[in-house]
């Protein structure tokens, strides 16, 4: 049977950075003794990354004590029931009978309803690519062992929609009606868009609670992120209950800080395929693992943090093989490929080199890289690995390795320590997530 609940609101934005307001209405500033009443406007903001902020508006020669905070409240009195809310104000204009602004952010979120018994629960994320396809459909045995398709579970009218189940989490994420508009303008103007809408259940229609539900947000936008290559922020989520009706709204700054729009780096077709779901499975078989799960927080990290370039190419190298010296020292003594005295005694060109060899995943040829080929001629470099690890060492380590032949190491020769470096990377945690298909 085909289920199409929740209906949840869906956030649309016209153009990059506009504002999603929240809350609209009179409200009062409490700050101890005082109370200013007032009108105000939260709403997520998006600069420098998405946070909920407020504007509260009022009237008169009040003036509330900035330099004394620790008490202030924000009370929303047009919701029922009122609620009050722990707030800071960084900035304050007054003008006397005028009207005075007061700009700040809350300090606590704001949770209405209940956080127990949830059937799903909807968020909204930032800055995905788009798609128009779906993976609906699945298959399954009869009782004779031939494999049947199945329709699986859609969920409104989204035209694209991936379909990602690990027991015993069910999440579907849908590409919002204004998502490729509003990717066109993102790629020319940068800055946030709501581009995305998700829902998460479990398989076997259990209720759970909203803190079990943002351990798999956490986990899912975790792995998002690693596929996009940029951070993805989760925003607004609303719970339902198994009929669809909503049960609890919550807002707060995302758990996981966004990063402005880029284009970034992508191993599968945006438009047409559906290859993202291949590794999640394997994803969160690592993530759930005790040994494992701070290994992959901290690779997908250092792998997002790499590609951003903001302090060139050598802070990229040294994140990027911090992440292969880690996943290989969990790797090799977790499936005891060698003793932890084994590991201390490589080089770290051997830790990974070893990691390589029991993923499976071939050496790059030096002949491939044309600055770092003729450096490796020139400093005796074997292989690939040999010469990322030297690089390291000279950015790392400047006074150790010395040359008088030419330049060391050159900007040309960082760039290509970088891809190289990367494409490792990302290889061994494709393959760590099981990933079915060749990453040649």
Not at 60 to 76: A, F, H, S, V, W
Not at 327 to 335: D, K
Request: proline content about 3%.
């Amino acid at each position: 049977m085909i289920e199409w609940q929740p209906e949840p609101k869906r956030i649309t934005q016209k153009i990059p950075n506009q504002h999603v307001f929240l809350y609209q209405g009179f409200a009062e500033l409490i700050n101890n003794e005082q109370v200013i009443e007032g009108k105000v406007f939260v709403k997520i903001d998006w600069h420098p990354f998405p946070n909920i902020n407020f504007k509260f508006l009022y009237h008169g020669e009040d003036r509330t004590d900035l330099d004394n905070q620790d008490n202030l409240q924000l009370k929303l009195t047009e919701l029922v029931p009122q609620r009050r809310l722990k707030a800071h104000i960084s900035y304050g204009q007054y003008r006397g009978n005028k009207k005075n602004q007061l700009l700040g952010h809350l300090t606590e979120q704001f949770i209405q309803g209940t956080t127990d018994n949830l059937s799903s629960v909807v968020f909204h994320i930032t800055n995905f690519w788009g798609f128009n396809i779906s993976n609906d459909f699945g298959y399954e045995e009869d009782e004779h062992g031939n494999e049947i398709e199945i329709e699986r579970e859609s969920w409104l009218s989204f035209d694209g929609q991936f379909i990602f189940d690990h027991d015993p989490w069910h999440i579907v994420l849908s590409t919002l009606d204004n998502c490729h508009d509003l990717e066109e303008l993102l790629t020319f103007e940068g800055g946030y868009g709501v581009t995305h809408i998700c829902k998460i259940k479990r398989l076997d229609n259990a209720t759970f609670t909203l803190e079990q539900a943002y351990q798999i947000i956490e986990a899912f936008i975790y792995y998002l992120s690693f596929v996009r290559g940029i951070w993805i922020a989760p925003l607004l989520v609303s719970g339902f209950d198994s009929e669809g009706n909503q049960l609890l709204e919550e807002w707060r700054n995302p758990i996981i800080q966004g990063d402005s729009w880029q284009h970034g780096y992508h191993w599968f077709d945006v438009d047409s395929s559906t290859e993202i779901i291949a590794p999640f499975i394997g994803f969160m078989k690592k993530w759930q693992e005790q040994k494992w799960k701070e290994v992959i927080q901290n690779a997908i990290q250092w792998y997002i943090e790499s590609l951003k370039h903001s302090n060139g190419q050598n802070s990229s190298i040294i994140l990027l093989q911090a992440a292969l010296e880690k996943t290989a020292w969990t790797f090799l003594t977790v499936n005891e490929c060698v003793t932890s005295d084994g590991f201390n005694g490589l080089k770290a060109s051997g830790q990974i080199k070893l990691l390589l060899k029991f993923l499976n995943i071939p050496l790059e040829p030096l002949d491939q890289y044309t600055e770092i080929h003729k450096k490796a001629k020139e400093l005796n470099w074997k292989d690939s690995i040999a010469a990322i690890t030297e690089i390291r060492n000279a950015i790392v380590h400047p006074q150790v390795k010395t040359s008088n032949k030419s330049q060391f190491p050159s900007e040309k020769v960082t760039q290509e320590a970088f891809q190289i470096s990367h494409t490792y990377l990302f290889k061994c945690l494709l393959k760590l997530f099981d990933y079915p298909y060749s990453i040649d």
